[in-house]
């Protein structure tokens, strides 16, 4: 990919973010799936998945080394003629060196979460710190910044205070994983005063209010890749029997 496409694609993806419409992202986890939903109408970018790529390559979720998971991902922008946005976990062994690799590979986005290990949470300081050394390193990368309290129990409160302190950092989006109340969602949006990202998760809300109420982008994490490999499964087992 050229510079300027590169540039041009970073430069619409953030744009999105910050139109009426939702964006939804399809999240793509090998270079197959990826042209597959490439080609579909209304598809105006594409996300990867860190779940997803794992797997494919062998690995448990958070498992894989960065390395790979960076080609994969590399392969995919490679591959597709829009705007590619890639899971990057917490950027891995170097946070900087990942997104600055990410970006050269024609990467325009990424996600970074503030969990270590298993589900740790990262001080807000340390986060922020992180961020703006990202942000400083791709300036043009469209930053999701994950936000990991309610995957571990925390309450919305501390998620909005994360989510404006993310923001304030360099990050174009918030992403409050697991995310689903109608209520909640809403006092997100509220409260961060910037850009919400939200995933496919048991009670979420459907497509059109969540874009009635301002959330700007939608993806599926890991759920397409489990759902593709249990169809697969299934006719695979009618065959077998």
């Known amino acids: 990919m050229s510079a300027p496409d590169r540039h041009e694609q970073a430069r619409l ?3 999105w973010h910050l139109e009426p419409r939702l964006l939804v992202l399809p999240n793509a986890w090998d270079v197959a799936s990826a042209v597959a939903f490439a080609r579909l109408p209304g598809c105006r970018a594409i996300a990867t998945t860190s779940g997803g790529v794992a797997r ?3 690995f448990e979720d958070g498992a894989a080394p960065g390395g790979e998971m960076l080609r994969v991902a590399a392969r995919i922008a490679e591959a597709v003629e829009i705007p590619v946005t890639a899971d990057l976990e917490r950027g891995y062994d170097d946070p900087v060196a990942t997104v600055r690799a990410a970006w050269n590979a024609g990467i325009v986005g990424a996600n970074i979460e503030d969990s270590v290990g298993a589900g740790q949470p990262v001080p807000v300081e340390e986060q922020v710190e992180l961020l703006r050394a990202v942000r400083a390193a791709a300036p043009e990368l469209v930053l999701n910044a994950r936000i990991d309290t309610l995957l571990r129990g925390g309450g919305i409160a501390e998620t909005i205070e994360r989510g404006r302190a993310y923001l304030e950092a360099g990050a174009d989006c918030v992403f409050p ?3 689903s109340a109608l209520a909640d ?3 997100v ?3 961060v005063g910037g850009p ?3 995933m496919a998760v048991p009670g979420l809300p459907p497509l059109d209010e969540l874009e009635r ?3 700007a982008r939608f993806t599926w994490g890991s759920e397409l890749a489990r759902e593709a490999l249990a169809a697969a499964s ?3 087992a009618q065959a077998l029997a």
Do not use: M
């Open 13 to 15: 993806l953030r744009s």
């Open 56 to 58: 494919s390559l062998g």
């Open 177 to 179: 994983i697991t995310i």
């Open 185 to 187: 969602v809403e006092a």
């Open 189 to 191: 949006v509220a409260g």
């Open 196 to 198: 919400v990202a939200v």
């Open 213 to 215: 109420i301002g959330v």
């Open 234 to 236: 299934r006719i695979a």
